[in-house]
């Protein structure tokens, strides 16, 4: 697998909490973030390590090899230094798709979990 784009950003929730959020994406109705498109589906978890590690399936049709790796280190204060990455088989997606892959993780994660917890 390929590496096809990384980002790190501090979460204001702590680690167990945003493994929780991961690995149960919407439980709490009245917070929803995943909010897939019409071209995606929804995630598989593949791997865990409580509280520090969530690895997904692909969430896009058009790139069922693409995996999403989530490390949640705790940030030493309160929150969480979350990155995720996204790892994908050869070849490389096309710059344009790959564009929007690497733009829709980080606004699902960075952009609609985040504000699920005030931010």
Known sequence: MLEAGSRKRNQPAPPHVLFEAL?????DPAR???LL???ERWPRTLRTEMPHLVVWSSIWVTRPDAVVRFDLPFDGT???DLRW??????????????????KRVNQL???????????
């Open 23 to 27: 690995t149960e994406p919407n439980r």
């Open 32 to 34: 929803p973030w995943l």
């Open 37 to 39: 498109l019409d071209d």
């Open 78 to 80: 309160y929150g969480t």
């Open 85 to 102: 990455t996204l790892l994908v088989a050869e070849p490389l997606p096309d710059p344009s798709l790959l564009g929007h892959l690497r």
């Open 109 to 119: 994660i960075n952009g609609n979990l985040r504000r699920t917890f005030g931010q």
